[in-house]
């Protein structure tokens, strides 16, 4: 089954959410009160900075000004992104992102 779990910086929080549509990640944490930080949610500040623990393919690929922040907080993709602006592929299996900053 589609599903994503966010995990907070220490572990301690965590919600899973079912997303068989896919979508946003920014979206499925707003909708879910998953324990992700955010702040500009726009590319600029990396608050939303997240590991990703498994599944990192069942993400569409960062655009440029996500890789420009990544590569400003020495982080790559696949392994780290940001979840302001990942986004869950339609009909995606199991994922597990990790927030790096805390909650
Ligand atoms: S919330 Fe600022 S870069 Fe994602």
Redesign the pocket.
Known sequence: MPEITFESSDGSQKKTVNAPEGGAL?DLCDDHAAPI?????????????IEVIEGADALLPPEEE?LD?LDAVCSKPPKYR????AKLRAGAGKVIVRAQNEY
Do not use: D, Q
């Not at 930080?37 to 900075?49: G, L, Y």
């Not at 940001?82 to 602006?85: D, I, W």
């Open positions: 920014a930080p955010f702040s500009c949610r726009s590319a600029s500040c990396a608050t939303c900075h996500e922040v940001l979840a302001c602006c």
